[in-house]
């Protein structure tokens, strides 16, 4: 089957930094995304890989190992902010994107 | 870029109206949109992927003749929920996907549906 798995729940100070992991299982690979989303509010996207390595945009960064089945969301310079729910999906053989359940981000002052 | 409309944003409607839904690609075309489903504090979940001109691929456990979507064109597709009743509360999302395969999905804002 398909799995993607993530933590459920991190707590992090303001101005430090977070690394969010994501590891999965899937039928073939596209690409990895990572959206985040706000409570009450619909996901937005933050970062796509799909080669292995780092992308760094802004004060996110999102890293890949294919051969890990294996991605991290890096948070640096935390605001109060990006307290959010960060999502991790996959786009599998077919293109189908399948998500993981979140990790709900709090950042404390 | 990347701009996906969705309307209405609320709906507070009686049991057993049906519900339509409208998700729009704003300044791309979408071959694919894409409708979820989110209680609260709970992941999203696929109801359905459209293509346009197609019939929409609906997942296990999900009612084609209860949830409507219709994508008429490339940038367009609606989602009608029929004879809505309570358990259809919801927060409902759709997405959009341009043309080539391993684009990201843009979302909506959702429409938060309350059937009383």
């Known amino acids: 089957g398909q799995n993607i798995d993530q933590p459920t729940e991190m707590t992090a100070t303001e101005g430090a930094i977070v690394q969010i992991n994501c590891t999965y299982q899937t039928s073939g690979f596209n690409g990895l995304f990572w959206y985040q989303q706000h409570a009450g509010e619909a996901p937005t996207f933050l970062s796509y890989?799909?080669l292995d390595g780092l992308e760094e945009k802004g004060r996110f960064s999102s890293f890949l190992s294919r051969s890990k089945g294996y991605s991290y969301l890096l948070l640096k310079e935390l605001q109060m902010k990006d307290s959010a729910s960060y999502l991790c999906?996959?786009?599998?053989?077919?293109?189908?994107?399948?998500w993981g359940a979140g990790t709900k981000l709090i950042i404390k002052p | 870029g990347a701009v996906v409309s969705q309307h209405p944003s609320w709906v507070i409607c009686k049991s057993g109206t049906s519900v339509k839904i409208e998700c729009r690609s704003l300044d791309f075309q979408a071959t694919t949109m894409f409708w979820y489903r989110q209680f609260p504090k709970q992941s999203l979940m696929l109801m359905a992927t459209?293509?346009?001109?197609?019939?929409?691929?609906?997942e296990q456990g999900v009612e084609k003749d209860k949830f409507l979507i219709n994508h008429a064109s490339l940038t367009l597709s609606t989602l009608t929920v029929t004879s809505a009743h309570p358990e259809d509360s919801s927060f409902y999302i759709c997405s959009a996907r341009a043309l080539a395969g391993n684009q990201p999905q843009h979302f909506g804002d959702g429409t938060r549906l309350s059937i009383l």
């Open positions: 999906a996959v786009m599998d053989s077919n293109y189908q994107l399948i």
């Open positions: 459209s293509n346009e001109g197609s019939k929409a691929t609906y």
């Open positions: 890989n799909v």
